[in-house]
């Protein structure tokens, strides 16, 4: 599978012009104080669809046009590919646990998508795959795809663009695909620039990778942040971009999690699902490289707002999904 180049991620800008929003980079007061730095968020929680997976999913099937497509999801990336199929007027498949949270699953029906409901996110991705082969319809992985990874992209591009001088970018770590094009779009535009990714330590799945110089396979616990949670793909070309871009990665505990959710609920007026609110996470939890970072400035990437009404309060943010299955292959919505 191709790594995708800057030139991509340019043109993928150029393809999702009125389709999506350009989402606005705005200074975080709090955590600026917090840490000594210049803190930003990119608030892809006020993307259409209410996640950053709409840049992918326009651009998987603007830029390779299908007869027909099928994904599996837990939720926000079959939202997206749906609402994308719909606009394109290709026909789509969505397989998907039947504990993902109901928003997610109303908005795929909505958008006119077919809806496979599974018993687990295994078995969505082993059915979608197995359709895709017998029905000859083309497989869109939510990550590990060199058209999707182009798309997210278009958000650190967006970063670049609004705040040249940023000198560290904190992207959500799930399958990937984000923070993968983040760091393409920024080896070509900021060099100057880190990237660092956040993952739940429920699923340490990069963390590990790094330590061990190759994906292997994680235990999986139940994590607020759902949409991340899982083992990569075997393969996935994810791990060799964020390895060879020299990108960090550090895990961060439920507490810290929960607290990122209130703390930009109360402090930013923004709603977070935990997934989304992963990488302020990081910067709450001060752990390297994100120890100090006085003086810098630094964008956060909110990248989704997608919880369900009554499962977040000021109190006590609740999961969308408990996963309970410690052998779960990718969740990453």
């Known amino acids: 599978m191709r790594i995708p180049d800057a030139a991509e991620i340019t043109q993928a800008a150029a393809r999702l012009r009125g389709r999506i929003r350009r989402t606005p980079l705005v200074r975080s007061t709090w955590l600026s104080a917090l ?15 209410g996640s950053f997976k709409p840049r992918g999913a326009f651009n998987a099937l603007l830029t390779s046009p299908v007869t027909g497509a099928v994904t599996a999801s837990a939720g926000n990336h079959g939202r ?9 007027g290709t026909p789509l498949t969505v397989f998907t ?10 908005h795929i029906r909505a958008h006119g998508a077919a809806l496979e409901l599974c018993d687990s996110y295994d078995e969505a991705e082993e059915r979608a795959l197995a359709f895709a082969r017998e029905r000859g319809v083309t497989y869109i992985s939510p990550y590990n795809d060199p058209d999707v990874i182009a798309g997210a992209g278009t958000a650190g591009l967006e970063i670049i663009e609004d705040l040249p001088a940023v000198d560290l970018i904190v992207v959500a770590v799930g399958g990937g695909g984000l923070i993968s094009g983040v760091a393409l779009a920024a080896r070509a535009h900021a060099p100057h620039a880190r990237i660092a990714g956040v993952e739940a330590a ?7 990778a790094f330590s061990h110089g190759r994906l292997v396979e994680v235990q999986v616990g139940p994590t607020l942040a759902d949409g991340l ?22 895990a961060v505990d439920e507490d810290t999690i929960a607290n990122a959710m209130r703390g930009l609920l109360a402090n930013d ?29 630094v964008a956060v990437i ?32």
Request: aromatic content about 2%.
């Open 35 to 49: 840490t000594g730095a210049e803190v930003w968020l990119k608030l892809e929680n006020l993307q259409i669809e």
């Open 80 to 88: 997206s590919l749906a609402c994308a199929a719909r606009s394109l």
């Open 97 to 106: 646990p039947r504990t993902a949270p109901r928003a997610k699953i109303d």
């Open 202 to 208: 429920a699923s340490p799945v990069f963390t590990t």
């Open 229 to 250: 949670a899982g083992n990569a793909e075997p393969g996935s070309i994810t791990f060799d971009i964020m390895r060879d871009l020299n990108v960090s990665v550090i």
């Open 269 to 297: 007026h923004q709603t977070a699902e935990g997934a989304g609110a992963v990488g302020v996470a990081g910067v709450l939890s001060k752990a390297a490289p994100l120890d100090d970072l006085r003086g810098k400035r």
């Open 302 to 333: 909110v990248s989704g707002g997608n919880v369900d009404p009554g499962r977040l309060s000021p109190q006590e943010p609740h999961a969308e999904r408990q996963q309970d299955d410690r052998s779960q292959r990718p969740q990453h919505d």
